[in-house]
């Protein structure tokens, strides 16, 4: 039996890399899958990649950082599937996560801020109300190892990060009666076109690569959304090729 069996899942930033990979992913294992993200040709494009692949899906076009549309996109979802049961915040502005610190902006921080912690924020508050319903919701956010290692120089970027984690803590410990986990994961994978696009260097890791987003990262997702992992929540796990091996565990 397919592991998200009659599961309803939103998936943040599911247009491209890893938001892409668990959008697929999830629906392959019997999930229907809300594919969120700003551009409506590239959720359309996903929408129909899971389609021609037998799963259900629909596009629910929406920028994070835009709290009028995360109501209306949780909403819409609604309106198609009658209920949500996992929650994927994924989405992230990567073209502003650069800056050294004694130049780092409140504006460009805020923008780190808006579409990191502040959206995950709005999106586990629309979607609470569906995810306790069942007692069985789960919420993935992802964090990243920059703010575990203090990453020169993505001051900005490891400081939303972080942010992350700590809301993630605090909701699970708020929301665990309810049956609804939160867990964060903390990636070192991307394709290299995203890595480029946001400035960040291929890391030097001992599996000596990085992950995929398809075979390495879209399946921790995927175990902790299922009921595997219903007895984890407020952990950071890191699929990141041992990059953080004994750091900040």
Known sequence: MPRLEGKVAIVTGASRGIGRATAKLFAAEGA??????????????????????????IGVTCDVS???????AVAQVI?????????????FDPSVVSS???????????RNFDTGPIAHLR?????????????????????????????????????????????????????????VTVNNVL????????MTEAGVPAPNTPLARLGSPEE???PVVLFLASR?????TGYSLSPDGGMMIDSAR
């Open 100 to 110: 050294p610190i004694i130049e780092l902006s409140v504006e460009q921080l805020q």
């Open 66 to 72: 835009d709290p009028q549309q995360i109501e209306a």
């Open 228 to 232: 595997d992992a219903q007895f984890l």
């Open 187 to 194: 990636p070192v994978a991307a394709t290299y076109d995203e």
């Open 32 to 57: 229907k899958v809300a594919v969120l993200a700003r551009t409506a040709d590239s959720v359309a494009t996903v929408v129909s990649d899971i389609e021609h692949a037998g799963g259900e899906a």
């Open 216 to 218: 390495d990262i879209a």
């Open 123 to 179: 999106m586990m508050q629309a979607c609470f109300p569906h995810l306790k319903a069942n007692r069985e919701g789960r919420i993935i956010n992802f964090a990243s190892v920059a703010g575990v290692h203090g990453m020169v120089p993505y001051g900005p970027y490891a400081m939303a990060k972080e942010a992350i984690r700590a809301l993630t803590r605090v909701a699970a410990r708020e929301w665990g009666p309810y049956g």
């Open 79 to 91: 309106v198609a599937y009658g209920r949500i049961d996992i929650l994927v915040n994924n989405a």
